[in-house]
């Protein structure tokens, strides 16, 4: 079966106000809510991570505060969620890494996913996190490109390479 995933599409990311706003990514919104409705309408299940952190998270060691749990800025762009809660499951993580919640790999088992569509933000950190994390787990993994973001074309690019040579492809 297949599955949507949705990377981190808050506000602290894509909204200009935004705690690590990221140039240009609210141009990718309007894609993603669209992605996102059509698997909610067809039912493809649509895995929708987002990075919570405490105030004290050990991420701001490296990045400024963001996407602190219970601020506006930790909440999803508006246009991303479902209005069927119960059609978008929200994966939530403490790191840039998908997969440092422990219930990503059973969930996967458990909806039997073999086909992966990522899209979101931004490509050099949590998309390649979950773009490389699941080629690593032997399903088929597409990176949607209209509905991705990076911060640097360059190292957003450097990505693309790599996850093409491990064996993903762009859709």
Known sequence: MKAYFD???QIDFVDPAGALYGKG???VIPAVGEL???AGEHGIPLISSM???TPDSQEFKVWPPHCIKGTPGQKKAPETILAEP???IIIEKDDLDLFTNPAVLPLLATLRIDECFVYGVFTEYCVKCAIMGLLKTGRKVSLVTR???HLSETAGESVIRDFVAAGGQCV
């Open 7 to 9: 990377i981190d599409t």
């Open 25 to 27: 990514a609210e141009r």
């Open 36 to 38: 996102n409705r059509y």
């Open 51 to 53: 990075c919570a952190h």
């Open 86 to 88: 119960a059609k978008q």
């Open 147 to 149: 509905a991705t973001a």
